[in-house]
């Protein structure tokens, strides 16, 4: 079946400190991939997209890029502040389109 | 607008009691879920439905039973609940099946 790996945490950084966080996959066909962001006691909002093999999704300064061949999806950020503390999830979404599958979330921990 | 509502914020009840927990969405999106989230790990898809219809059903159990009264709106029954329900409890809604799901805050479920 689907499944999505990510780099454990917790992942400590300073302020204004380069961020990349692993997410590889394995999947049948073309899957969508997702990075949704959790801040403490919230939902998980969604942070960027690609739906298509070389496709890069890019929201508020994070960026991945969506790699086939090495079936990877990494998130990265030029400078994280304090505010980006949180827990990213990378995740999948079936051929059919209808389940979401997540990887096990990696804690961003940003001290200034 | 991308907004998902979720009520309760919080609930806490016994085992013997029955609640329920309620999803709204505007935005016209015709498949909505629920999930489930424990303590520090990803989301677990409950419920699918698609153009209020039940699709998929992740062998929940029976005490949980969900409801699509209409498009916009989407219930979770409780009943007969046990201490290891207790999780913060997920709705999300897509335009359609196939694409990015948008997430609501949350329920935090404590069961006594």
């Known amino acids: 079946g689907d499944s999505v790996t990510q780099m454990e945490g917790p992942v400590t950084l300073s302020e204004e400190a380069f961020l990349t966080i692993n997410c590889t996959y394995t999947?049948?066909?073309?899957?969508?991939l997702f990075w949704y962001v959790q801040y403490p006691g919230e939902g998980l909002q969604l942070l960027l997209k690609a739906t298509k093999a070389d496709d890069k999704g890019s929201n508020k300064g994070f960026e991945a890029t969506y790699r086939k061949e090495t079936t990877s999806f990494h998130l990265e950020k030029g400078s994280v502040q304090v505010s980006d503390s949180a827990v990213y999830f990378c995740a999948l979404l079936n051929n059919a389109g209808n389940m979401l599958t997540f990887g096990g979330g990696t804690r961003l921990m940003v001290k200034p | 607008d991308t907004e998902v509502t979720q009520t309760p914020k919080h609930l806490v009840m016994g085992m013997t009691n029955k609640k329920s927990l309620k999803c709204e969405q505007h935005?016209?999106?015709?498949?909505m879920y629920w999930y489930k989230q424990k303590a520090k790990k990803p989301p677990e898809l409950m419920f699918v439905?698609?153009?209020?219809?039940?699709?998929i059903n992740e062998s929940v159990p029976s005490r949980f039973s969900p409801e699509c009264p209409n498009s916009s709106l989407l219930n979770l029954h409780l009943h007969a609940l046990q201490p290891e329900d207790s999780a913060l409890y997920l709705c999300?809604?897509?335009?359609?099946?196939?694409?990015?799901?948008?997430f609501g805050p949350g329920t935090r479920l404590t069961v006594t």
């Open positions: 999947a049948t066909g073309y899957p969508s």
């Open positions: 999300a809604s897509s335009q359609s099946k196939g694409l990015e799901q948008y």
């Open positions: 935005m016209g999106h015709r498949a």
């Open positions: 439905y698609s153009y209020e219809k039940l699709s």
